[in-house]
């Protein structure tokens, strides 16, 4: 199981370099239909995206967890904006398999929300302050501190299976893109628990 794990949820840490085809495309939306070899979704810009899956599709399930959860030596994958004070404000921690830990490591622009940043790294401090919580993250020789507010997503992974996968949910994939505009992808985090993907 920890195996399954680790290998699904690096797409949560997954750096969208530029390189040759196919590139990682990150896909938000609503799953409209699911049969082995397709997944169908409607994006939140309102296009349908057929992606192709194979057998031994990787389905993720969601785990809700709070602040207090998250604990020095976690790997965990940020979601981040910058805020008023030169730093930056969380919009959602994803908490990773300790056996995830030094993968993608680094921070890197995304496209959650207007000027954000994905920030894969170890929880190297925590401190609760007057009205938020001050995660302190280390990659390489580099240090970022942020500050989570009560507000933000919180979530760690378990498996999951098809039936997940029904119409209406919400799912989060990093699709291969072909150069011919088709989709694929080995992996899809699927809401449930009544968590939906954050990231």
């Given amino acids: 199981m920890k195996t ?7 797409s949560v840490a997954l750096v969208v370099p530029a390189f040759a085809e196919p590139r990682p495309m990150p896909v938000r939306g609503e799953v409209q239909s699911f049969a082995p070899g397709e997944l169908t979704v409607l994006s939140r810009n309102g296009e349908a995206l057929n992606i192709k899956t194979p057998d031994n599709l990787q389905i993720v399930s ?7 959860d998250i604990a020095v030596g976690d790997a965990v994958s940020t979601t981040a904006v910058p805020n008023d004070a030169g730093g930056l404000t969380a919009l959602q ?6 056996a995830a830990a030094g993968a ?5 622009p995304w496209d959650a929300a207007p000027d954000s940043v994905m920030t894969n790294a170890t929880i190297s401090g925590v401190a609760e302050g007057a009205s938020e ?3 302190t993250m280390k990659f390489g ?8 507010p ?3 997503p919180v979530v760690a992974f378990g498996p999951g299976d098809a039936s997940l996968l029904a119409k209406g949910k ?14 694929k992808t080995d992996r899809v985090i699927v809401e449930s628990n009544g968590v939906k993907p954050p990231m």
């Fill in 150 to 152: 009560e507000t933000a």
């Fill in 141 to 148: 020789d580099k240090t970022v501190k942020m500050e989570v």
């Fill in 104 to 108: 993608n490591q680094g921070q890197h």
């Fill in 62 to 68: 969601i785990i809700p967890r709070k602040v207090t």
């Fill in 170 to 183: 919400e799912v989060f994939i990093v699709a291969l893109k072909g150069d011919d505009g088709s989709l």
């Fill in 133 to 135: 919580n001050q995660i």
């Fill in 93 to 98: 921690v994803s908490i990773l398999p300790a």
């Fill in 4 to 10: 399954f794990l680790t290998s699904a949820l690096l």
